[in-house]
């Protein structure tokens, strides 16, 4: 849900068939550029195929400080890094037609083709405004679009069609044309240095990278991920790798301030055992946070309760500059072994059903992080401070070391510890 590819801060693989690790993408490029054509998506294929993609994840919470996908865009092929992100719809490019406060980036900017801007007369055009704008002059104008990030970021650009290259987990080979935002105007990132070119967009609008892929045909509307704390990790759409047991399920919540996002609906907060006096917490799932933010009553109750749970412990607050709360011990910390001897695993609870819940535990290791100055520092931020008034953002450290999947043919959303750094012939390993 957000803009700015430093979060708001404010594998070895073994499916042969995995697209974006270096070895695949060149794999890829090559056999495009063999067959000289890319085969096209019809009804006819496209419905038959009902399989997977898998993209090789990048990065960490902490000192990278965001997870991304390598994917290649065009044809042939070029390089983009892109921040994956579960809170928005679009994806964008930071984009030379020129560009007007893009920042430098990892790759040279994408390269419009004029020929390629989608007509403002289609739906996937629709889908970025709203009922009342009047985006169509007359039926030959292209498509605009403005976005703005919960950090107060805006991209403004165009929409264009191009080619993904994409391989299936069936060995399938494909080269849909996905419509993607030419990201000319970025607002908030002028004079800066972008870690990525850009945003892989995978929340729940007609949009969305996954959206497309499955009006396509290609797959069902099912995403996945899977961060590893060690960095790393892997990303699928398609329900083929979703396990047949052993994951939490709970309902998407059909509330009206979270129907845009990924919710599990409201939920109760504890440490350890003791119950954090919030009730009904409504959160938002959102990969494109690094960090997990509470509003401000909740994240009080949060500190309170943390302090009580600390006192007599020997650790003292200290200003570190990482993060705003961070605790200095007898010697530095260097491991988070080491961490988990004074602090407490949390657990956030969800009502699945009228009398059962469902929980999520989140350990020390996933809410804390080790600075490079040896303090241990909360990875847990007053969101109303950094202006997301009441909205409550679990972000990619609660989802380290858990697959979590968000299934939008079903409405639920679901989760179970494992790990990350490794995805077996047969699925995902289960923990």
Request: proline share 5%; charged share 20%; glycine share 10%.
């Amino acid at each position: 849900m957000e803009f700015n590819c430093n979060k708001m801060k404010m594998l070895a693989l073994t499916l042969l068939v995995l697209l974006v690790s270096s070895c695949s993408f060149v794999a890829a490029n090559q056999e495009l550029r063999r067959k000289k054509q890319i085969s096209p998506v019809t009804a006819a294929s496209a419905t038959k195929v009902g399989s997977s993609v898998v993209f090789r994840v990048l990065g960490n919470v902490y000192p990278i400080g965001y997870y991304y996908v390598e994917i290649g865009i065009g044809y042939p092929p070029k390089r983009y890094y892109l921040d994956i992100d579960t809170g928005s719809d679009l994806t964008w490019l930071h984009c030379d037609a020129p560009c007007k406060n893009c920042p430098k980036a990892p790759h040279p900017l994408y390269r419009l083709n004029k020929n390629s801007l989608v007509p403002c007369t289609e739906s996937v055009c629709a889908s970025l405004h709203s009922l009342e704008e009047n985006i169509c002059k007359k039926p030959t104008d292209q498509c605009h679009y403005k976005i703005q990030y919960a950090d107060q970021g805006v991209s403004r650009g165009a929409l264009v069609k191009d080619v993904f290259p994409i391989r299936l987990t069936n060995g399938t080979l494909y080269g849909p044309r996905f419509a993607i935002g030419c990201g000319y105007d970025q607002q908030g990132s002028s004079g800066t240095t972008s870690p990525t070119d850009g945003l892989l967009g995978l929340g729940k609008g007609k949009s969305s990278f996954v959206s497309q892929l499955q009006s396509l045909g290609l797959v069902r509307n099912v995403i996945g991920h899977c961060f590893s704390s060690k960095s790393g990790g892997f990303l699928f759409m398609g329900e083929d790798l979703v396990p047949s047991s052993g994951i939490v399920w709970t309902p998407m919540s059909r509330n009206s301030i979270e129907e845009s996002y990924y919710s599990p609906g409201p939920a109760e907060f504890y440490l350890g055992k003791q119950y954090i006096g919030v009730k009904g917490l409504q959160v938002i799932f959102d990969s494109g946070s690094s960090y997990t933010y509470f509003n401000s009553q909740a994240y009080k109750a949060l500190i309170s309760s943390m302090m009580k749970d600390l006192s007599g412990k020997p650790l003292e607050i200290t200003k570190d500059g990482t993060l705003p709360i961070c605790w200095r011990g007898a010697k530095p910390f260097t491991s988070f072994s080491e961490v988990k001897k004074y602090f407490t695993p949390l657990t956030l609870k969800f009502k699945s059903g009228w009398r059962s819940q469902q929980q999520m535990e989140i350990p020390p290791e996933s809410y804390m992080i080790i600075s490079k100055y040896g303090n241990a520092c909360l990875g847990i931020l007053n969101g109303t401070e950094a202006g997301l008034q009441d909205d409550n953002i679990i972000g990619d450290n609660f989802f380290q070391d858990q697959v979590v999947i968000y299934d939008n043919e079903k409405q639920k959303i679901g989760w179970a510890r494992a790990d990350c750094n490794r995805l077996s012939k047969s699925g995902i390993v289960l923990l």
